[in-house]
């Protein structure tokens, strides 16, 4: 299983950003995948799931109405689009795969990419 | 604030057994699996435990996990060095239709 991350760096607040995350080693299309974050210092938080089909997804609170995740499994690739950043949304998102549907939490994680909302 | 709580921190002496806690809900734990993970420092956080009790390939047998009610556990047990790291539980919550992941725990090895 590899998950190679893009597309983090540093951003203004209110601006936007599109993660990517592209897949191997195993048959995309079958998993949940998700994103979770880490702020410097801090724990982890989970941001958003979308399941193997594309057709449930649901996002946290502190995200929802600002994120959409999306997948492509023909490109096997996972997205995230992020609008209207803030400061706080200053954090290392990992890319990950879910254990199943999506139901069953995180199995393998990506590197991770640093994302950093900073006027 | 995250709804599971864990001790922010547990220690150990090599050899020792330690335990960590996990305090969730009917919500989440309480009619949902549990999953731990392992982060070393400046690393990727790794699956530990999943399934509440489950472990991957390549898990040594000196980790292991439990769930009671609303309440789970890590237990590793012939504590090692190489075990300073900070683990997190985690698991659905329906209440939230979301994961959520716990508050960590830091565990040092004395």
């Known amino acids: 299983v590899q998950l190679v991350q893009s597309g983090g760096g540093v951003v203004q607040p209110g601006r936007s950003l599109r993660l990517s995350c592209a897949a191997s080693?195993?048959?995309?299309?079958?998993?949940?995948m998700h994103w979770v974050r880490q702020a410097p210092g801090k724990g982890l938080e989970w941001v958003a799931v979308?399941?193997?089909?594309?057709?449930?997804?649901y996002y946290a609170d502190s995200v929802k109405g600002r994120f959409t995740i999306s997948k492509d499994n023909s490109k096997t690739t996972l997205y995230l689009q992020m609008n209207s950043l803030r400061v706080e949304d200053t954090a290392v998102y990992y890319c990950?795969?879910?254990?199943?549907?999506?139901?069953?939490?995180?199995?393998?994680w990506g590197l991770g990419t640093l994302v950093t909302v900073s006027s | 604030q995250s709804v599971l709580t864990q001790p922010p921190s547990a220690s150990g002496t090599p050899g020792q057994r330690v335990t960590i806690s996990c305090s969730g809900s009917?919500?989440?734990?309480?009619?949902?699996?549990v999953n731990w993970y392992q982060q070393l420092p400046g690393t990727t956080p790794k699956l530990l435990i999943y399934?509440?009790?489950q472990r991957p390939s390549g898990v040594p047998d000196r980790f292991s996990g439990s769930k009671s009610a609303t309440s789970a556990s890590l237990a590793i047990s012939g504590l090692q060095s190489e075990d300073e790291a900070d683990y997190y539980c985690a698991a659905w919550d329906d209440r939230l239709s979301g994961h959520v992941f716990g508050t960590g725990t830091k565990v040092t090895v004395l």
């Open positions: 009917i919500s989440n734990i309480g009619s949902k699996t």
């Open positions: 979308i399941w193997y089909h594309g057709s449930n997804i």
């Open positions: 080693g195993f048959t995309f299309s079958s998993y949940g």
């Open positions: 399934g509440n009790n």
């Open positions: 990950a795969r879910d254990l199943s549907s999506g139901w069953y939490g995180v199995d393998y």
